[in-house]
Every structure is written in structure tokens, then in C-alpha cells.
């Protein structure tokens, strides 16, 4: 089973940067695709980015130029750099792990980004 965790989540003004991790557990990392999810309060989740195994990546347009999502296979882990956030950004965001063919479907326990205007 696909371990999922998140980090790096805080309280931040409008117009500033924060950096979220997610390190995955199992020997397969390089064949997961990662996505980064978000639920802002009274809304449904979202998508806001994703990259595949290939480490191509795709955007929500909410995000597009703003948002960068990257992988690293040695370490684990997904990133997503979010920098002019806005307070609309504001939301748990969740990482997620799919791998089809291995039927994982995993999830984080989400982290807070709280955007002040």
C-alpha cells in the first residue's frame, strides 16, 4: 500500500510564495503519476496540477504561470511551487498517487494554505 504525505502548508499574505512536498512510499515512484488536489471550504476538490511518470505536467487555468509542479524519483517526493498566491488559493491541498495498473489510487492527509488578502 502507497503511503502519501504532505508538508509544507502555512499561513502566508497575498503576492508571497510557499513550496509544498509530498513523498510517496514504494519501490515504484518513478511509474506514479502525482497530482496535487485542493478543497477550499463549501467547494469540491479540484485539480490543480499533475505530472506523469514521464514528467510531463498539466495546469487547472486558475493556476497556469503561477503554480510549477516538479518531481524528483531519487528522493520520493512531488513539489509544488506556488508563488503570487492569491487568497482564492486559499484551501487543503491533497496529493495523490495513481498508478492504473497497479490499481493504487493513494492520498495524503492534505495540508492547510491559508492566503491572507
Known amino acids: 500500500q502507497v503511503q502519501v504525505a504532505e508538508s509544507g502548508g502555512g499561513l502566508v499574505q497575498a503576492g508571497q510564495s510557499l513550496r509544498l512536498s509530498c513523498a510517496a512510499s514504494?519501490?515504484?515512484?518513478?511509474?506514479?503519476?502525482m497530482n496535487w488536489y485542493r478543497q477550499a471550504p463549501g467547494k469540491q476538490r479540484e485539480l490543480v496540477a499533475g505530472i506523469n511518470y514521464l514528467g510531463r505536467s498539466n495546469y487547472a487555468d486558475s493556476v497556469k504561470g503561477r503554480f510549477t509542479i516538479s518531481r524528483d524519483d531519487r528522493k520520493k517526493t512531488i513539489y509544488l511551487q506556488m508563488n503570487s498566491l492569491k487568497p482564492e488559493d486559499t484551501a487543503v491541498y491533497y496529493c495523490?498517487?495513481?498508478?492504473?495498473?497497479?490499481?493504487?489510487?493513494?492520498w495524503g492527509q492534505g495540508t492547510l494554505v491559508n492566503v491572507s488578502a
Open positions: 495523490n498517487v495513481q498508478v492504473p495498473r497497479l490499481s493504487v489510487d493513494a
Open positions: 514504494g519501490r515504484a515512484f518513478s511509474m506514479y503519476n
